[in-house]
């Protein structure tokens, strides 16, 4: 039995709050279980130095935790006056992958910087905030469609991100809390569009390691709740669901 | 008349939600107006070196903003690598003025870290951390008198804070939203006790004055505010509201 | 009795030495008891970026201590490699109340930069350092002015600050010294014009609260104080002290 | 055909010149075709904090190139006063892959440290790293077990790296260079051990995505290519070859 | 004919005036033409790191400029956030130097700090800097032994420094100003003790070089230079001068 | 005797291996003793702010070590965030030595950035660097004439560096490897050119003091040196060794 009395393949409860901030083009709060994250989609009329001139734009990410998310206070990286190895790779992570699916030369030069910010943390914060930023982001290309900054809707598919991991005892499991997360043998993070492609794929065996079978026994669980996800994200969106590649239905 | 139809001496509506996060001894979301903040308090064994071995407790306080708690969209410090004086200052305000009112010794050698991390911004944001934070550490007081971590009740008196100003037009006004603390001639924040005493006066004309009679003015307003703050605190706190220092009726 | 003989509402001795450093356009060394601060005003023909091409100019602050201007040696913020929230608080005042008297249309597309570099602290560091700030950047104006490089007058008013505070024997007393400052239960900076207008008011209570009447108080002497100060000022400016807005009678 | 001539799986020519460097306790030239990599190993004889006491060991890694490793010039970390994300995301994904094949308690409480420095760059910098930096590690022990610092062989199994992708053209290929990894539509990175279980897996779509067949195919190359590495460590570590775990027939 | 009327050997006006500033245990200001020094000397109780228990002292050098010393505004090193190249290296200069006069064995486990603070700049900043922090820390060690903290005199010699350069059209001058400085084809930095031994020799052609013979006059100039120094440095020191090792006669 | 057996003016083997690394436009692996240094030189086709429109180019030059380049693991300058003082020290001056036999009018607005990075240390590594960094200039020069980047031959003159010392015993001894550098009384580095002309000079006595025949006969000893190290040049260069100042027949 998990922790949390779920199934091996069971998702904590998930809840898209959209337009949870006032002033982003795009915001939502995210909720999977214990774990909320405030994403938030916010653009801007510039690409960065290296894109200039090229008549696409750029999508980058910033991802931030409160100090008291977590069971002990974390200091903030402000006070530190630097960001952990750990944040940056998180936010480079958020940042590759919705890249992946957008169609960056129809959002014309402007930067649309993704918002992280953890405001509680139970495991999976950064899958979470893979999951709410695509909606985030799709709220915001909505807001400037509708005045026109926009004219070619660039969302080329759906998104979303599961953690999945292997247990010592129970096996492999989908979506860990905080607590499975720390004993787990193995934690791998899947990024999957609508048409069940792959964007990324990262598994670790921190002191430990995985056969084949287990890594696709991981990808099964990972499928299915990537699954589950896209539902609550289609919902989110509201009338925009449909204006995203259909998903074959295979998959749902 | 005020740009949101207030009257000259009306608060912005006010709402303290207690438990907002659930990791911390102490939290609140406080929402004053369209001003979100969200006040953590948090209890650490021990105290800044300057302070060992003197068998007293210690009060100190982070402020931030969500980078997209603003019309703009803010960097966020940690990647500019410092904190901003502004930052600094209001940190620094927060810390000292809830100190005034705590007796440090009964806290014992122990650290109370305020964070104040601010969601959504429409003006007053360090009034309303301030007002917002003193609740979050009356809260993670209760629950280690609870635990038995503290054994005296260490709060001496009620602390709100509500910003006053001078309009070109209006004149004296209470409760600056973002628009009118932007063209206000004159800003200034006050932080009362609920004996209605000053704990921190702050008053600023950039590029203006005020006189002496200007000043007596604002600090009516301010003690109007502050007294309407004091009954929110009180609902907030629930049955602690009569262990601190009852207020004399004349302020209420 | 204060600890250093003076009556409750006297300043300690004030020198203001004009011309104290070649290059700049102004500078004076300010001496106020045992306080002893270089004030710089140097002008640059550029505004920052948020101010370009509005045809008015900007006047920023920077503030330090030598090491060694304390009884106990500071670290170097440059060898820390980041401001104290302290310094940056203090700066940021200085700049601040220095734009309040002066026309920034009038000095063009430029910014003056005030630097107080404190080389002996005994208190009032930050009082002290606008007072003498004041004096400089008339110095520098005189010199812009004389080279046709500025052609209207641009000072509005005179500008002085002082502290006072509550010292938990003598009651309210005017100038505190670092010893006085140390023990002081409030501390208060008032800066005002020489029309007798407040500019700032900065008032503090550290694990302590004021009531009403003691911030009456604290004004008066404030008053008293300031208005000395202006008397050494117009000394200091020499030929140009009437250029500024006469003060009425009643203030001197 | 690629672009050097190689066949799709087939891994670049690959040197291990052990000893490089006179002072580490381990040190190898790791060379893969034009990527050159000086790894070393030093021992501490203490751990991080979080680790005292509890009777085990620590393996840390840096990364870092030579400004001039790479066509364009780098501006180097130092000068710009922080390690980049890209930098931190492949230093932390050394250290964790060496820690996997290391039994940790057998170090004692000491730290290895492992520094890969890039002195050219031609793809695979980060897979090179790690392949070279196990010889190194490996080196490393042999010296402490000859001093007797360290008395049981704590070396698990053999560790490799290396890079797969898809060219849109060719399809799947093995070890690509910068040329062939600039224009890859997927890159992964696959660490494993001799006894052929994964340790990480990272495959990242940069503007594209990989379908559940693709991974499957790349998987079967990267393994043949961390097979033909395995006897290039063999070669380099000597007699001692054979006191890690031998591989399993089927693999080799 | 030198800039400034001077002879070709002619040391600019030099003036040493002791306890400058209140606080520290020995302080000057030396000025030198139009340059102008704070040399302080504070003694703290306990040395760095790696001298713990060793039974001996240290001696360190700190140096900055006031923003305005010079004809254009300097940008503070705290607000850059880091220490120039520039400063790293004279304040390295200046701490050797000392360090190699001082008995440190005599000082005890104590730590001297040298803060050479230029408050107007013309040129030989840090040979006036180093001249000047001597007679500081001749008047901090006076200090010591009248309270009894050193019991043994640990200065050992006389130190002074000045430098000498090659200007194109009048060959080898003393003691550059900052326009000779800036139009010198070699610049050179001696430091030498009373006893007449160099400690310090660093020469330097930008752009240009220089030959055995003009090297040997360039050393003639400094000794001479030096030598008048001395005198200034015995008068300042006042009646400790004899205490330390009295200078050969053919010297002066 | 000296620690390795060499006479007092013996230097310790020389070997200069050209194209090291292959992006560079000139490389080389400076090999004295046991001390290894990659030295690069990179063209960059513009130049600092400072310099731009002035028909004239830039040397500007970095160093660094490798962790474990030295017996003890030194932490990375870009995990601490900053330079070092003595780093900052090292680079400043070989950019200087370089820029100082070299026509920057010749290279036109292009900065030639110098790398030293050693990797493997014992003593005299900045002597080295310099040595080999004009072995890299030239060969960064050559590739330029090729491509007609540049058509006039720009290096003035040959250019190398040695480092002397006085040994408590021994006396005056040439090229120091660590062992003596760490016990010498005296440390001096000594750059000169082709033509018998001083670059640079500096010598320290790190608590200890040189007289004027000391010095002398130092300079003796570093001329021999360099006069050595020419010959090395000279055959790294090849076919341009005589493109280059011919020497005079005295010096060689």
Known sequence: MRVDGRQLDELRPVRIETDFIKHPEGSVLITIGDTK???????????????????????TAEYSMLPRATEQRNIRESSKGKVTGRTMEIQRLIGRAL????DLEKIGERTIWIDCDVIQADGGTRTASITGAFVALVLAVKKCMASGKIDKFPIKDYLAAVSVGIDQKLGEILDLNYIEDSSADVDMNVIMTGSGQFVELQGTGEEATFSRDQLNQLLELAQKGINELFIEQR????????KIKVLPKKEL
């Open 99 to 102: 890249r992946s699916i957008v």
């Open 235 to 242: 919902a989110a969106i509201g009338e925009f669901a449909d």
């Open 37 to 59: 994250v405030i994403c938030t989609a916010s653009i801007e009329d510039r690409v960065p130095p290296f894109l200039r001139n090229q008549g696409k734009g750029w999508i």
